[in-house]
């Protein structure tokens, strides 16, 4: 069974632009959740789909957003970059809510 | 606020040392506590999930085991291969139900 696949893999911006990043879960799966990883602050939680609807989402700005489609695939959208936006962000499905989540490779955002 | 602590921060061990990794949290009830492995530029790796005090997991070298508190991932006789850095999140049972990470402990087995 393929894994949590993500695309772009590494993607470079400039401070204003904005990214979307893609997310195909494991087959079967209907939860999607997206995560920030940096050096400094570790994994944090962005936000959480269920069969298209956002259950949970994290402290993080409106800039941030995120949608699910009805064939569980999801994407993240990030408006008007920051330089500390660079990080690793990365997604992860689980077959229902409350289980083990398993993680895609991420994709590595570098903002200049 | 609900927190999970991880220790140590780091920890180096020789090939055949024995050692353990500490997880503790202060969610007010727990509906999962789970253990991953992420190895540099790549995505966590799912290891293992603990649901209640008493429960113990087993895979190769690594053994889990979860109390009221906290949870322990055992390492035994451990080799190069094991070295990465072991993540624990926990997920609770009231309010926002987020799956909340720690800051994870880096582990390097030297041969």
């Known amino acids: 069974k393929a894994g949590v696949t993500q695309t772009p893999r590494y993607l470079i911006k400039t401070r204003g632009q904005q990214v979307t990043l893609s997310c195909s879960p494991i087959?079967?799966?209907?939860?999607v959740s997206w995560y920030q990883q940096t050096p400094g602050q570790g994994l944090q939680f962005l936000f959480e789909?269920?069969?298209?609807?956002?259950?949970n989402k994290g402290n993080f700005p409106g800039r941030f957003s995120g949608r699910q489609f009805s064939n569980s695939r999801s994407e993240m959208n990030v408006s008007t970059l920051e330089l500390g936006d660079s990080a690793l962000y990365l997604c992860?499905?689980?077959?229902?809510?409350?289980?083990?989540?398993?993680f895609g490779p991420g994709t590595r955002l570098t903002v200049l | 606020e609900d927190q999970v602590t991880q220790s140590p921060e780091a920890l180096r061990l020789q090939e055949g040392e024995s050692s353990s990794l500490n997880c503790s949290y202060t969610?007010?009830?727990?509906?999962?506590l789970f253990w991953y492995r992420q190895d540099p530029g790549k995505g966590p790796e799912f290891l293992f999930t603990?649901?209640?005090a008493g429960e113990e997991k087993e895979k190769e070298r690594l053994k889990a085991t979860l109390t009221k508190k906290e949870s322990f991932l055992h390492i035994t006789a451990p080799k190069p291969e094991d070295s990465a850095t072991y993540l624990c999140?926990?997920?609770?049972?009231?309010?926002?139900?987020?799956?909340?990470f720690g800051q994870g402990t880096r582990l390097t087995i030297n041969p």
């Open positions: 992860a499905s689980s077959l229902v809510a409350y289980n083990e989540q398993f």
């Open positions: 087959s079967g799966h209907r939860s």
């Open positions: 789909y269920f069969s298209e609807t956002q259950r």
């Open positions: 969610v007010s009830g727990l509906r999962g």
């Open positions: 603990l649901y209640s």
């Open positions: 999140a926990v997920r609770m049972k009231e309010g926002a139900q987020k799956l909340v």
